[in-house]
T-cell receptor, first 114, second 112 residues
C-alpha cells in the first residue's frame, strides 16, 4: 500500500542553524501539507502546497519557513534559523488522488532544537 | 474560526469494555469530520470519516456519526482490545482539499 515517508525520523540541531525536513508524498497525489505538533499540544497546520505554489499557510509559517518540491517526488520544509520553540514533531501529508481528499500522513520527523 | 474539542485523557479501560471518546466542533458551513489514530512511535492514520450530516463512518469496529444538531462526532467501539491503545485525534476540514483542524488528542490505554 502506498505511503508517505519522511526523513530523518529525528533531527537534533543547534539554535540558529538551518534544517531541511524531507517528505516523499504518495506518488499520484497533488496536494501536500506540513503540520506540526509541539509536545503535549494540538497538531497544527503550517502550509499547503499545490501546483508548485503555496495554496494556504498559517500564521505560524513565517519568513523563517519555506517549502519546495525540488523534483517529482520530494517535498521539503526548510527552517532557516531554528529557535528553541521550533522543537516539535513535524508531519507531512498528501492528498488528491481520484477525487479522494483524505489526507494521508507520514510518520513524522521529531525536531529537537538545543 | 474552526475548532475541535475532545475529551481529556487518558482514558483507561479493561479489554472488552465499551469505548466512547467525545468530540465536538465549531465550524461554519458543512465540514467533513475525521478520526485519526496514532499508535506509539508511528504517524497519524485515518481511522474513519464522515462528509455530511447523519453519515456514519466505521472501520475496525470503531464508529462515529456526524451529528449536526449537536455539532458532535463521538467515537465509539463496543469492545476494545489491548491493541487499540493509542492516541485518537478528532479533526475537521472545510471540504475540498482544505486544511485539517485537529483536537488535542485523547490517549486510550487498554489493559488485559
Amino acid at each position: 500500500e502506498p505511503e508517505v515517508t519522511q526523513t530523518p525520523s529525528h533531527q537534533v540541531t543547534q539554535m540558529g542553524q538551518e534544517v531541511i525536513l524531507r517528505c516523499v508524498p504518495i506518488s499520484n497525489h497533488l496536494y501536500f501539507y506540513w503540520y506540526r505538533q509541539i509536545l503535549g499540544q494540538k497538531v497544527e497546520f503550517l502550509v499547503s502546497f499545490y501546483n508548485n505554489e503555496i495554496s494556504e499557510k498559517s500564521e505560524i509559517f513565517d519568513d523563517q519557513f519555506s517549502v519546495e518540491r525540488p523534483d517529482g517526488s520530494n517535498f521539503t520544509l526548510k527552517i532557516r534559523s531554528t529557535k528553541l520553540e521550533d522543537s516539535a514533531m513535524y508531519f507531512c501529508a498528501s492528498s488528491g488522488a481520484s477525487g479522494d481528499n483524505t489526507q494521508y500522513f507520514g510518520p513524522g520527523t521529531r525536531l529537537t532544537v538545543l | 474560526g474552526n475548532s475541535v474539542t475532545q475529551m481529556e485523557g487518558p482514558v483507561t479501560l479493561s479489554e472488552e469494555a465499551f469505548l466512547t471518546i467525545n468530540c465536538t466542533y465549531t465550524a461554519t458551513g458543512y465540514p467533513s469530520l475525521f478520526w485519526y489514530v496514532q499508535y506509539p512511535g508511528e504517524g497519524l492514520q485515518l481511522l474513519l470519516k464522515a462528509t455530511k450530516a447523519d453519515d456514519k463512518g466505521s472501520n475496525k469496529g470503531f464508529e462515529a456519526t456526524y451529528r449536526k444538531e449537536t455539532t458532535s462526532f463521538h467515537l465509539e467501539k463496543g469492545s476494545v482490545q489491548v491493541s487499540d491503545s493509542a492516541v485518537y485525534f478528532c479533526a475537521l476540514s472545510r471540504g475540498g482539499y482544505s486544511t485539517l483542524t485537529f483536537g488535542k488528542g485523547t490517549m486510550l490505554l487498554v489493559s488485559p
